[in-house]
């Protein structure tokens, strides 16, 4: 019978939503398994990790496996488990075709046995990409757009407040005084640091009425710059 040998995946420990949550995938992976006739002879999970690389326990493991020709087969319950990434995805199949093991994806109803198989995994992969890609180029773009029109994008940045429309910001005239402080302190070449014992000896404190700190400077700096 053929060895074969379940992957899931979750990006969070307690993921459990949209059908791939760890005991989802399981059971479908085992359902495959005996479709394909095999023995699932482990199972390897990676719970609360990003697909983002394959530089992640479960994977180096699995990878161990597929080296040593442990297994002839790998089944996942879904592509998107197993890598996020176009370039892994590649590197995945060439290392299964070079030692011979196939691999099977539940939910693209996929088999790396066939050159066909093969093909279609590359496509969805780099579909996948594409669409991660394009969104985010949406998302940086309605971004810019909101900067320029002067919208509030994310947190209040220091010297700024929301205006009474809730939409665009405004100056904050005693932050912007604080800001003008940090400045000169800067330009006479204090360090960050400085800056911050500078600012609580006199009494200073944060929008949060906090004392400062080097990194409450680096940020109110960036602010000046925005």
């Known amino acids: 019978m053929k060895r074969l040998v379940g992957y899931a995946r979750v990006s969070t420990a307690g993921q459990a939503d949209k059908g791939v ?50 297994v002839d087969g790998v089944i996942v319950a879904k592509l ?30 996929l088999d790396t046995g066939s050159a066909a198989g093969r093909l ?46 809730g939409v665009h910001l405004e100056v904050e005239p005693s932050e912007q005084r604080i800001i003008d402080v940090i400045r000169d302190l800067r330009n006479s070449g204090l360090s960050l640091q400085a800056i911050a014992d500078r600012l609580n000896a006199d009494g200073v404190r944060t929008r949060r009425g906090t004392e400062w700190r080097n990194q409450y400077v680096h940020n109110a700096l960036r602010a000046v710059a925005c």
């Open 21 to 70: 949550s760890l005991a989802a995938q399981t059971a479908k992976i085992e359902a495959m398994c005996a479709v394909q006739d095999g023995v699932l002879v482990g199972m390897i999970v990676d719970a609360g990790e990003s697909a983002k690389s394959l530089d992640r326990p479960g994977m180096v493991q699995l990878l161990e496996l597929i080296e040593s020709r442990s």
């Open 80 to 109: 998107d488990r197993l890598t996020r990434s176009v370039r892994d995805l590649a590197d995945l199949i060439e290392i299964l075709k070079k030692r011979d093991v196939k691999l099977i994806s539940v939910a693209e109803s």
């Open 120 to 165: 279609v995994i590359n496509l969805l992969g780099a579909v996948s990409c594409w669409e991660r890609e394009t969104g985010a180029e949406r998302t940086r773009a309605a971004l810019a757009h909101k900067k320029a029109r002067g919208e509030r994008i994310g947190s209040v940045r220091f010297g700024y407040r929301l205006a009474s429309d």
